[in-house]
């Protein structure tokens, strides 16, 4: 039916959308950034007086001029306080991509510095951003909630509280966060490990659907997330955005401010201050409570930077900590309890609401420091540093009697100090690249005093790797490849049962990738990416030996795991016409040697209860899907969307499916605008979701997979103009009509429903 579904709805917009092809029908596609720091400049106006076309640059300081006619032109760029581009171009059959810098009128030069190469896509792979309005929608929810607004991308929970983002059918160890360009590491192993990143610190969030070891490393063989928060200012002026949440589920409250601001001694030199927090009780299903499942988060940031046209640099500081309550009936006491709660499908413990959090539950704070600097060694070359220290701290408290039960379970510190130098270059003869050097430093121990054998020992990792990578743009047409070679050791050792069990190991292996765009005609873009990926095993999967308490479950390690090798190729066809846009977007992932966590049968009976046994495994792995995503405009003030995405996961050496795939899913809507004064907007949007009945299962499972649902969303949004500054206002209701139902990807969906109805009302006021 779903399937049905989106080939209905891709037929409906290629058909809606389709454009007669017109004489002047040149495209000049480019990018505006800041000359001092190349970051991209929004809201840049570029205009063809020749042709009296206009628009925009976007968030990215990217924008595309249609309709264009051969010939010489002249190119028009203004943006307030700083000096206006203006060039004269020649354009031909071949469509253009320029990038321009331009310079804030403070500074002294003598005249317009213009650099003409050519960077307007960050990577022929598949790209998805949240930024403007539908990430301030999203504010308030984790990370994983927000980026399921792009198409292929969905979340593995442990509840309601809990969320990892998953791309393509892949998560936690396969998928890199990087957070403000350095990448996140906790102990994202655990598939009941949500990142520890608040989505209020980005102005937008991006993902990368290709395999990219080469650019971030192994862990990155799946996807990428780029967590961005605003430029630094580099002028005497500044920001003030002040987030406001309320949501009548779990009674939760959010609120987040933010200031930035730049120097009026010093041109160049800017500054950011960051801090929210957020509280939540008890989570509601439509007919009951669920005991222990509040949450309590906050999070502070600070970055100061300076910007010349020669030199930038920039130091950052971000703190996370969240306490996240379990559900208290996925720690059964015995056997019989948990067979009949998983039979009964519901909590037996009749709960009332409460902020009050009690074991089992999860402490975990994370500290990180950025340091990065570059300098133009000539219009050309440029050279960049970067290195950041992260420290993590994971708390995991079980049900546990006496005094014992103020004690952690487990208790886990991690230090890492992430290092790396590399130089870009930018060649008018349509070639750039970047080549590097990059090193990983890991120390991760169990703090003592738990009363319980670690989980995973104690170990000390390092990761050196070099890379390069190219790319060439000319007229429509644009290539890139990239080489990585990674050298890893890891040294693990602890005791069990009075006996020092030691290990070493070492991995390395190299990665590739090749891809190209090529722009059809003025509408329409393919774009292809061949990459292969590798992923050593984690310490988790190859030395777990005992209770994972977050996880209320036995996990197995194997330490004769290999290493997981793919080979993955994305293909994506985007379509921007007048009044419809579509992006769709297909991938082939074959995986040897893929690690997944696989139910024995068996359970495990101690005196904190009665637990299932998990094991890893391995095995060659076939993934393959379909993502779509689509836009269409009825009139000005009326348009809907359209988005689904289909995956399949194949266990190719038994000829079965794997625990935890993603089933088809598809959400549509439709949304009138009304008022004609645009900074007083107000749109109102009825939305659902449909979720298939995962029918591909493993061979053994606790629990059939739960049948499909459909959920129905409505929300309002108002701008207007207060005090001279935006303020936006927004209501929505998720799961309008309270429908009970239970999310495949939910590790506790064999214990509980999913949150029922949901009202939400946010604030947003920038000054």
Known sequence: MIQKAILLCLAMVVSLGTLKAQKCNLVLRGRVLHLENNQPIEAAYVWIPE?????????????????????????????????????????????????????????????????????????????????????????????????????????????????????????????LILNNGIRLEGQQWGAEHAPEIDPFLADELTVVKGAETVRYGPEAMGGVILVNPPALPTSDKSKTEINLVGQSNGRAGNVAVSHSGGSGTVEGLGYRIQGAARRAGNVRTPDYFQGNTGMAEGSASAAI?????????????????????????????????LLEIIENGAPFTQANF????????????????????????????????????????????????????????????????????????????????????????????????????????NYDLINASVYLMEKYLKGPLELEAGLRYDYRTLSAARYISNDLQESNLTYQNGSAFLGGMYQLNSNLTFTSNLGTAWRPPNVNELFSQGLHHGAAAVEIGNADLATEKSFKWVNSLEYEGKRATLE??????????????????????????????????????????????GTYEFTDQFNGYAKGSIIRAKNTES????????????????????????????????????????????????????????????SFAKKIQLFQHDFSVSAQVNNLLNTEFKEYMNRFRYFTADMGRNFQLKFNYQF
């Open 51 to 175: 042709s009296s076309l206009g628009v925009a640059t976007d968030a990215n300081g990217n924008f595309a001029l249609r309709n264009l006619c051969p010939g010489q032109q002249t190119i028009q760029i203004t943006f307030i306080g700083h000096k206006e581009i203006k060039q004269s171009i020649v354009l031909s059959t071949g469509n253009s991509n320029l990038t321009f810098k331009m310079e804030e009128e403070a500074v002294a030069l003598k005249g317009v510095e213009v650099h003409g190469h050519r960077e307007a896509v960050q990577t022929t792979t598949a790209v998805s951003t949240l930024y403007g309005e539908a990430l301030l929608q999203s504010r308030g929810e984790s990370l994983g909630e927000s980026l399921k607004r792009v198409a292929g991308v969905t979340t593995f929970s442990t509840g309601n509280t809990i969320s990892k983002p998953v791309i393509h059918g892949l998560h936690s160890n396969r998928i």
């Open 305 to 337: 930077g300076y910007s010349s046209s020669k030199l930038g640099t920039e130091i950052y500081y971000s703190f996370f900590t969240t306490e996240l309550g379990i559900l208290r009936d996925s720690h059964t006491g015995n056997l019989s309890d």
């Open 354 to 457: 409460t902020y009050t959090l009690n074991n089992p539950k999860q402490v975990v704070t994370h500290h990180l420091t950025k340091i990065k600097a570059h300098y133009h060694l000539n219009p050309s070359w440029k050279l960049n540093f970067q290195y950041g220290f992260q420290q993590n701290n994971r708390q995991e408290f079980d049900r546990r009697r006496g005094e014992l039960n103020t004690r952690p379970s487990l208790d886990l510190e991690l230090f890492t100090n992430t290092a790396e130098l590399f130089l870009e270059h930018n060649l008018k003869s349509h070639w750039t690249g970047s080549m590097g050097l990059h090193l990983i430093q890991q120390a991760n121990s169990n703090l003592p005093g738990t009363g319980v054998t670690p989980l995973i020992p």
């Open 584 to 629: 769709l977007t297909g991938y082939t992932n074959q995986i040897q040697d893929y690690i997944f966590l696989n139910p024995t049968r068996q359970t495990f009976v101690s005196l904190r209860g009665t637990f299932n046994v998990y094991e890893y495994l391995q095995a060659d792995a076939f993934f393959y899907g379909v993502d779509l995503s």
């Open 655 to 714: 000829n079965s499916f794997f625990p935890f795939i993603p089933s088809d899913r598809m959400d549509w809507g439709l949304s009138y605008e009304f008022g004609t004064d645009p900074e007083r907007q107000n749109r109102l949007t009825l939305s659902q979701v449909l979720v298939a009945q995962q029918s591909r299962e493993p061979d053994f499972d606790l629990a059939p997979a739960p049948p499909g649902y459909t959920l129905v969303n409505l």
